[in-house]
Nanobody, 126 residues
Framework: QVLLVESGGTLVQTGGSLKLSCVASGFTFKTHAMGWFRQAPGKEREFVAAISWIGESKYYADSVKGRFSISKSDAKSTLYLEMNNMKPDDTAVYYC???????????????????WGQGTQVTVST
């Protein structure tokens, strides 16, 4: 059973930093592409960042490029999202996700990801 558990979300001030974690279990983490998505109230879920299974290729939404960094630890089966210079528009529930087969490419499309965590709330105050 695939399980993704996000943590690290909290209230942070504008300009602040935060690091999210997503602990994975129930599948071979090191062979699966992973992604971070977010959903703000009243808005559709949107892509934030993705990382290839080998960890060399990383992709970012234009809105977070240069501020956010995705990484992973295969030894800990954990995906990370480091967020810097945060803005009120970053306020959302953040989800990690993975694809349903090994060795697939990382993409920016939510529909390409089969398994999702329950999300962690990030709120950026003005």
């Amino acid at each position: 059973q695939v399980l993704l558990v996000e943590s690290g979300g909290t209230l942070v001030q504008t300009g602040g930093s935060l690091k999210l974690s997503c602990v994975a279990s129930g599948f071979t983490f090191k062979t699966h592409a992973m992604g971070w998505f977010r959903q703000a109230p009243g808005k559709e879920r949107e892509f934030v960042a993705a990382i290839s299974w080998i960890g060399e290729s990383k992709y970012y939404a234009d809105s977070v490029k240069g501020r956010f960094s995705i990484s992973k630890s295969d030894a800990k089966s954990t995906l990370y999202l480091e967020m810097n210079n945060m803005k009120p528009d970053d306020t959302a529930v953040y989800y990690c996700a993975t694809r349903d087969q090994e060795y697939l490419v990382a993409t920016m499309k939510a529909t390409d990801y089969t398994f999702w965590g329950q999300g962690t709330q990030v709120t950026v105050s003005t």
